[in-house]
């Protein structure tokens, strides 16, 4: 009988302690070995420190038989630029089980992002492989990014996911049947406990401060380093209102150090006591250590951690912005924007209430389709059923009526009038209609 081999791919140091909670927790079958096949895909990765280097890797890798890099594997080609052509399949395989000494071996894979490399080109490499997916973070609860290979798609046994959103199940692989399993939260915790503290900054816990957390979104070009600096600021702002004095950033790993100066000059005409955590400790290690009264953020996954998982309270800013410029309509970080928006409480709000949205399910399936209609076909019901009674001026933000129209949706324009933003008289007319006015 051939030796039994899991590939585990993981490119961030949260995904890798998620697979660690799912192996602790019994969520694989036993197997003669156990790989990590790690990935960095960064921009610019040979001068992005991967994450193997960050603190609390030592602790999560004693779960693998051994650690393979696969920057080093295909260098110079980039993670999340390549995949193999069809014809150089057979060859790179047998390359990859003869280096990785995985001949007559039965391999079976288990991937994150699988709609695009690296996880794509792993997938195609070992085409025989049975595949499970786990989700590292928001986005598995939205449409799975593009039409995957059936011959790829058709392979995944089931998708392991957190359970940040109590209830909620992921659209993703939901067009292949795959059924979605939760990773014991007990076990995902017990995985974070492990990691350990480095740094001796924030040793005062006399005070539970409010946390704020950078997720560096000019370098997704969804905003402006400009309108990023002035978002953290906001963040501050709104903390200090709330009543907090002390108050700990945790920028992104690669975001500039200047926008930490601009902030501490401005928790000093605050009289707020800023420190910054410029580390590549995960935030749910904070999140033990510091228990803050408050976690602040834009859309990042540790926000749902914080509330679901550690029961902290937390706020979001500029998910508004966000919603708008998001482009194209199907970008994969709407349903993560759309859910901090629909779910978590507006920092800037006056009374800190959590926004009044019921079923969160019904409106990620109406987003859902909006977003990849062909994916999901068989969710247009459930769209048009939200569409005609839950949208609202509220709601209406997270929807483009151009979308809506195109698709024929409640809340559309009738198509009968579909024509008229595009007619270049009517548009001209309605200039000079409004400079007369004017």
């Known amino acids: 009988m051939s030796d039994t081999v899991q590939l585990f791919l993981a490119s961030t140091l949260y995904g890798t302690a998620t697979l660690a909670a799912a192996l602790d927790s019994g969520s694989f079958p036993p197997a003669d070995r156990r790989i990590l096949l790690t990935s960095n895909n960064a921009a610019t990765p040979e001068v992005t420190p991967p994450f193997t280097e960050a603190p609390g890797f030592a602790a999560l890798r004693t779960r693998f038989d051994d650690v393979l890099d696969w920057n080093a594997t295909i260098a110079p080609l980039h993670p999340s630029g390549w995949t193999p052509r069809p014809d150089d399949v057979p060859l790179w395989e047998r390359q990859l089980r003869r280096n990785w000494e995985l001949e007559g071996c039965s391999v079976s894979l288990v991937l994150e992002s699988i709609q695009v490399a690296p996880a794509q080109a792993v997938a195609q490499l070992f085409p025989d492989a049975p595949i499970e997916v786990y989700a590292d973070g928001l986005m598995s609860y939205g449409p799975t990014r593009n039409k995957l290979d059936p011959l790829v798609g058709g392979r995944v046994r089931r998708l392991l996911h957190l359970d940040l959103v109590p209830g909620l199940k992921p659209l993703l692989l939901s067009e292949f049947g795959v059924p979605s399993t939760l990773v014991p939260t007990d076990a995902f915790l017990k995985v974070l406990g492990e990691l350990p503290y480095t740094d001796g900054d924030l040793t005062d816990t006399s005070t539970a401060p409010a946390l704020l957390l950078g997720q560096y979104l000019s370098a997704l070009d969804i905003l402006t380093p400009e309108e990023e600096e002035a978002l953290h600021v906001r963040m501050l702002r709104g903390a200090v209102a709330r009543g907090h004095r002390r108050v700990v950033f945790k920028p992104h790993p690669s975001a500039p150090a200047g926008w930490s100066r601009r902030l501490e000059e401005e928790a000093g005409a605050l009289g707020a006591d800023l420190a910054v955590f410029d580390s590549p400790l995960l935030a749910e290690v904070l999140f033990r250590r ?82 990849q209609p062909q994916v999901l076909s068989d969710r247009r019901g459930a769209a048009e059923r939200y569409l005609r009674s839950g949208l609202s001026a509220r709601t209406r933000r997270y929807f483009k009526r151009r979308r809506l129209t195109a698709l024929g949706l409640p809340g559309g324009l009738p198509r009968r009038l579909a024509f008229v933003p595009r007619n270049p008289t009517v548009r001209r007319v309605a200039r000079r209609v409004r400079r007369l006015a004017g």
Do not use: H, K, W
Request: hydrophobic share 55%.
């Open 290 to 371: 510091l228990r803050p009264a408050l976690v602040v953020g834009c859309f990042s996954t540790a926000l749902f951690t914080a509330q679901a998982l550690y029961g902290i309270p937390v706020a979001r800013v500029g998910t508004d912005v966000l919603l708008e410029r998001l482009t194209p309509y199907e970008n994969s970080n709407r349903i993560p924007v759309t859910l901090a928006d629909a779910l978590l409480p507006d920092l800037e709000a006056p009374a800190a209430a959590p926004a009044a949205q019921a079923d969160p399910a019904a409106l990620v399936a109406a987003v859902g389709y909006a977003m």
